[in-house]
C-alpha cells in the first residue's frame, strides 16, 4: 500500500525535458545548418572570386602577344599589374591572376578547354552545389628539386671608352713648316718626327749667339793672363767672366730654338688629329696634332652613390662592346673618383683594358657588369613561385605527392632567379609551375620534375 501510494515527484521534470528535446534538436540542426550555409557561403564567394581571374586568363589567351610583350617591358609586378588592367580592361584580382601565371602555362592553355572550365563552375554556383570533391580538380604541378648553385648580386651599367692618354703637341717656336712626315690615323713612337719647322732663322741666330760666345770667352782668356800678372783689375774680370755666361746662355736659348724646329712625338700613340699643313705659318703655342695612347684604354661608368662602398673590394669588371659585335673584355679597377659629378650626383670609377690590336676605339659605347656580391654554392628558386602572406613569403614544396607550405627567408636576387636563405634545404622539391592552384595539404600530381633552372624555359 505506502509503495503505491509514494508521491511522483521525478515525473514533472522528466515530462518537462522530454517535452523541450524537440526545441533543443531543432537548435542543434539550426546552428548546424547556419555553419555548413557559411561554409558554403565562403566557398561560393571563392569560386566566384576564381571563376573572375579566370574570366581574366581567358582574355590574356586571347591575346596573348600583346600580354607577353606587355609583362617584358613592365618593370616590377607592380608595374605588370597596372599596364595589364589597362590592356585587357580588366580588374586587379585578374591582372595579379594573369601576372603570377607562368607565361608558358598561359601559352599552353587550350581556349575550349578553359571555356568548358569557366561553364562548368558557373553551373555549379548556378545550381549550388558546392561539393570540395566536385570543385576541387586534381592539380598538374611542375617541381624544381634544388641542387646547389652560384648565384650573383651584380648591376650592369652604361660606360664610355676613352683613350689612356690624350696628348696635344703645340708649336714651341715660330716659322714656316717646312714639311709634314705624318698623316691622320699613323701609329707613331715616342721620339718620331711629325713636322718640321723651317730652321733657317734659328741656324743663323745660333751662329750668331756662338760667335758672341767665343768673343766672350776669348777676352776672358787673355783678360785671366793680365790679371795674374797685375796687368787688369778684378773687376774687369768679373765683368767678361759674366758676358761669358750670358752668351754661353743665348747660345744653348739658340741652340734649343733649333732643335724645337724638329716637332716630334713625346709618346707612342696614333695621331688622331694634325691641324697643320706645309707651307702654313705657325705661331707659339699653336696646335699641332693629338696623339692618342690606344694600347689600353679607360672605360669610365658612373656609379651611383648607394654603390659605392660595394667597390671597395671588386676589382674586376667584365665590359661589354656592342660596336665589336657585343664581344666581352676583362678591365681592372683603375682609380674611384672621390667626390661626384655636381649635376649627375655619381662617382667616376675607370677602368683599365688592355688593347693591343687597337681595335678598341675612342667614344665606344660599353655595358659594364658590375658583381657586389657572389655566393657559389646557394639554393635558388624563381622569383615567381615565392608567395607573400600576411607579410610572410613561403613557397609550396611536394612531399610524397602532398603539398607542403615552407616560410622561407631570400637573399639575393639575380633577375628572375631568387636565393633562399633559410627554410629549403639541397634535395627540396618546389613547385613551380601551378604553386598558385594548390594549398597546405592537398595530394597533386608531379607532371614533371627540373634540376636546373635553365630546363623551366624548356
Not at 694634325?274 to 707659339?284: A, D, R
Not at 610572410?392 to 607550405?405: A, F, P, T
Amino acid at each position: 500500500m505506502l509503495k503505491g501510494n509514494r508521491p511522483a515527484t521525478g515525473r514533472p521534470v522528466l515530462k518537462y525535458i522530454w517535452g523541450a528535446m524537440p526545441v533543443v534538436g531543432l537548435l542543434v540542426i539550426i546552428a548546424l545548418l547556419s555553419i555548413a550555409i557559411q561554409k558554403k557561403t565562403d566557398q561560393l564567394a571563392a569560386i566566384k572570386a576564381g571563376v573572375d581571374e579566370l574570366y581574366g586568363v581567358q582574355l590574356a589567351v586571347k591575346d596573348i602577344d600583346r600580354v607577353v610583350k606587355t609583362l617584358r617591358e613592365a618593370q616590377d609586378t607592380s608595374d605588370a599589374v597596372d599596364r595589364l588592367k589597362k590592356l585587357l580592361n580588366v580588374t586587379d584580382d585578374q591582372a595579379k591572376a594573369i601576372v603570377h601565371l607562368p607565361l608558358n602555362s598561359m601559352v599552353q592553355f587550350q581556349q575550349d578547354k578553359l571555356g568548358k572550365q569557366i561553364a562548368f563552375l558557373e553551373q555549379q554556383i548556378a545550381e549550388k552545389k558546392i561539393s570540395a570533391q566536385a570543385l576541387v580538380p586534381d592539380v598538374n604541378v611542375v617541381a624544381l628539386e634544388l641542387s646547389p648553385m652560384p648565384v650573383r648580386d651584380r648591376m650592369n651599367l652604361p660606360g664610355i671608352v676613352e683613350p689612356w692618354v690624350k696628348f696635344n703637341i703645340a708649336a714651341e717656336v715660330r716659322g714656316k713648316v717646312d714639311e709634314k712626315r705624318i698623316e691622320k690615323g699613323t701609329i707613331v713612337r715616342t721620339g718620331d718626327i711629325i713636322a718640321m719647322i723651317d730652321p733657317k732663322d734659328y741656324e743663323i741666330a745660333l751662329q750668331a749667339a756662338k760667335a758672341s760666345f767665343d768673343t766672350a770667352l776669348a777676352s776672358k782668356n787673355r783678360l785671366e793672363k793680365l790679371y795674374k800678372e797685375q796687368l787688369a783689375s778684378r773687376s774687369q774680370l768679373d765683368d767678361i767672366t759674366a758676358q761669358v755666361e750670358q752668351t754661353r746662355a743665348q747660345m744653348d736659348s739658340a741652340a734649343l730654338n733649333l732643335e724645337r724646329c724638329v716637332i716630334r712625338s713625346p709618346i707612342t700613340g696614333m695621331i688622331n688629329n694634325l691641324y697643320i699643313e706645309k707651307g702654313q705659318y705657325v705661331k707659339i703655342s699653336d696646335p699641332v696634332a693629338e696623339i692618342l695612347q690606344m694600347d689600353k684604354v679607360k672605360v669610365v661608368v658612373g656609379i651611383p652613390e648607394s654603390d659605392v662602398s660595394a667597390l671597395e673590394t671588386v676589382n674586376s669588371f667584365q665590359v661589354t662592346l656592342d660596336a665589336l659585335n657585343g664581344r666581352t673584355f676583362t678591365a681592372e679597377k683603375h682609380f674611384l673618383s672621390s667626390a661626384s659629378d655636381a649635376k649627375a650626383r655619381l662617382y667616376n670609377l675607370e677602368l683599365r683594358m688592355e688593347n693591343p690590336s687597337g681595335e678598341i676605339l675612342p667614344d665606344m659605347f660599353a655595358r659594364v657588369e658590375i658583381v657586389k656580391k657572389e655566393r657559389p654554392a646557394a639554393l635558388v628558386v624563381p622569383l615567381y613561385s615565392i608567395i607573400t602572406i600576411k607579410n610572410e613569403q613561403l613557397v609550396y614544396v611536394v612531399v610524397d605527392n602532398i603539398v607542403r607550405s615552407k616560410k622561407v627567408r631570400t637573399g639575393i636576387q639575380e633577375g628572375w632567379q631568387m636565393e633562399i636563405t633559410d627554410g629549403l634545404a639541397s634535395g627540396d622539391r618546389v613547385i613551380v609551375i601551378g604553386h598558385r592552384s594548390v594549398s597546405e595539404g592537398q595530394k597533386v600530381n608531379v607532371v614533371r620534375t627540373v634540376s636546373k633552372m635553365e630546363d623551366l624555359g624548356n
